[in-house]
């Protein structure tokens, strides 16, 4: 579950418009997730942007994703570390 709202996640913030290499605030990542979410019609329509980016642009998609997954990844992991939540294999 958690692997899968990561990568919806880094899909809205994929398809947001905050620049790559940029390290923004937990807040303003989550509002421009929201708005992204909303804007494309929902998590699958995030999805089907971010498909249409490595189709028609791969050179520059591969290196945003990347972005996108590692500011999720840090803003969203350091969260549930400091409100002590723990994953069980």
Same mark, same amino acid.
């Given at each position: 579950? &958690?692997?899968?709202?990561?990568?919806?996640?880094?899909?809205? $913030?994929?398809t947001? +418009?905050l620049?790559?290499?940029t390290?923004?605030?937990? =807040?303003?990542?989550d509002?421009e997730? *929201? *708005? %992204?979410?909303?804007? +494309? #019609?929902?998590?699958? #329509?995030c999805?089907? =942007?971010? %498909?249409?980016?490595?189709? =028609?642009h791969?050179? &520059?998609? %591969?290196?945003r994703?990347? !972005?996108?997954?590692?500011?999720?990844?840090?803003l969203y992991?350091?969260?549930?570390?400091?409100?002590? !939540?723990? $994953?069980v294999?």
């Amino acid at each position: 579950m &958690t692997a899968m709202l990561t990568a919806a996640r880094a899909e809205a $913030l994929f398809t947001s +418009h905050l620049s790559t290499g940029t390290s923004p605030s937990y =807040d303003v990542v989550d509002a421009e997730i *929201r *708005r %992204a979410v909303r804007a +494309h #019609g929902g998590v699958r #329509g995030c999805a089907a =942007d971010v %498909a249409a980016e490595y189709g =028609d642009h791969p050179e &520059t998609a %591969a290196p945003r994703m990347r !972005w996108a997954r590692a500011v999720v990844l840090q803003l969203y992991g350091a969260r549930r570390s400091r409100a002590g !939540w723990a $994953l069980v294999a």
